[in-house]
Every structure is written in structure tokens, then in C-alpha cells.
T-cell receptor
Framework: NAGVMQNPRHLVRRRGQEARLRCSPMKGHSHVYWYRQLPEEGLKFMVYLQKENIIDESGMPKERFSAEFPKEGPSILRIQQVVRGDSAAYFCASSPSVRPNTEAFFGQGTRLTVV | GEDVEQSLFLSVREGDSSVINCTYT??????LYWYKQEPGAGLQLLTYIFSNMDMKQDQRLTVLLNKKDKHLSLRIADTQTGDSAIYFCAVLTTDSWGKLQFGAGTQVVVTP
């Protein structure tokens, strides 16, 4: 089991471009969570998805950010028209169940730099 | 919403015990976690405790929970240089299954 795979590990975008971050959950996991870590801060919840459904997007900025987890393929976090303030590490976690005694496994993260 | 607070920095000598503290505000917090993050890496779950427990021990790690004061601590016995990392406290509440609330992290530096 390869673990939660995120790619790319590092992404550089110019202001105004789009950023696409991918997350492949662990095999058998149908729950995916995205978190953002700003420099010197803890992780902040962004969105929780199950296959083809957004369950909780209360942490997502209202504009420019979107997430999906299609029936086939990885979960995608998409940031349109990136700005410098979007520079952060974005982590994806997956779990087999929403039950809290199930560990959510984290990926290595994608470090986005907006120049 | 939930606020999770941690001290930002801890320096400890190799072989000593480290104690990392965390406070939280939501009394409905039911599961409390400690994660370790090494430079450039993801998060590794170290241990977790249910709110109906007050202590959990796992090898060199001891978690203490004071539910009345909403205070959680992680003690690392015989701290090694490989324990140098950022340690995050995180909580899960009954109205937010799947959504972890993290503290800002405590950077632990182990000196020889």
C-alpha cells in the first residue's frame, strides 16, 4: 500500500495562473480531506469529500478555490488566479471511514509558491 | 469554533524528558491527537486519546488529558535527536467528524 500520494511535491505558479493539486488516497479509502498550512502555522481544514460528493467545505475560501473527488481518479484541489497569499503547503489526508477512531493518513503535501 | 493553543518552542537535552502542552476550548472535543512533522514531510500520527480517558502510554510517549481544564500534554521520555520536529495537537469534536482542528505546533529542538 503506497500511502496517500500527492503530486506535485512542489509547484511554482505566477500570479494569475491556475494551480492543480492532486491527491490519490490510500487503497480502500473513500474519504479525503484537504488542509492548508501557512508558514509558521498549523494546518487549517479546507474541505472534506467522499467519492463524487463534497461533505463539508466550510474551510474553503469562497472564491477561486474548488475541490472534487471523482468516481475514478484522484481528488483535485484547484486554485484559479493564484495570488501570493495562496503560497502554502497543502496536505491531503484519507481515511476508510468517518469514524474518528480511524486514523487519517496524511500525504507528503504539495508546497505551492506563487511568484 | 474550536481554538487549540500550543507553546511554540521547546528546547530539551538529549536523554531528558520533553513535555509539550496543548489547551483547547470546545468541551465536546472527543478525540485528541498528537502528530509529528519533520522538515519537508507530511504528518505522522504519534498517538491519540479518547476524552473518556485521562492517560495513555505507548512506549516512550505518555499522553495526559485534564478534561476539566481542557489541557492535553505529550511527554516524551529519553528524548533523542531524532525527536527533533514540530509536534501538533489536534482535536475532533462530535459535530465535525472528519474535521481536525490543529494547534500551531510546537517546535522541539533536541540538543546533545
Amino acid at each position: 500500500n503506497a500511502g496517500v500520494m500527492q503530486n506535485p511535491r512542489h509547484l511554482v505558479r505566477r500570479r494569475g495562473q491556475e494551480a492543480r493539486l492532486r491527491c490519490s488516497p490510500m487503497k480502500g479509502h473513500s474519504h479525503v480531506y484537504w488542509y492548508r498550512q501557512l508558514p509558521e502555522e498549523g494546518l487549517k481544514f479546507m474541505v472534506y469529500l467522499q467519492k463524487e460528493n463534497i461533505i463539508d467545505e466550510s474551510g474553503m475560501p469562497k472564491e477561486r478555490f474548488s475541490a472534487e473527488f471523482p468516481k475514478e481518479g484522484p481528488s483535485i484541489l484547484r486554485i484559479q488566479q493564484v495570488v501570493r497569499g495562496d503560497s502554502a503547503a497543502y496536505f491531503c489526508a484519507s481515511s476508510p471511514s468517518v469514524r474518528p477512531n480511524t486514523e487519517a493518513f496524511f500525504g507528503q503535501g504539495t508546497r505551492l509558491t506563487v511568484v | 469554533g474550536e481554538d487549540v493553543e500550543q507553546s511554540l518552542f521547546l528546547s530539551v537535552r538529549e536523554g531528558d524528558s520533553s513535555v509539550i502542552n496543548c489547551t483547547y476550548t470546545d468541551s465536546s472535543s472527543t478525540y485528541l491527537y498528537w502528530y509529528k512533522q519533520e522538515p519537508g514531510a507530511g504528518l505522522q500520527l504519534l498517538t491519540y486519546i479518547f476524552s473518556n480517558m485521562d492517560m495513555k502510554q505507548d512506549q516512550r510517549l505518555t499522553v495526559l488529558l485534564n478534561k476539566k481544564d481542557k489541557h492535553l500534554s505529550l511527554r516524551i521520555a529519553d528524548t533523542q535527536t531524532g525527536d527533533s520536529a514540530i509536534y501538533f495537537c489536534a482535536v475532533l469534536t462530535t459535530d465535525s467528524w472528519g474535521k481536525l482542528q490543529f494547534g500551531a505546533g510546537t517546535q522541539v529542538v533536541v540538543t546533545p
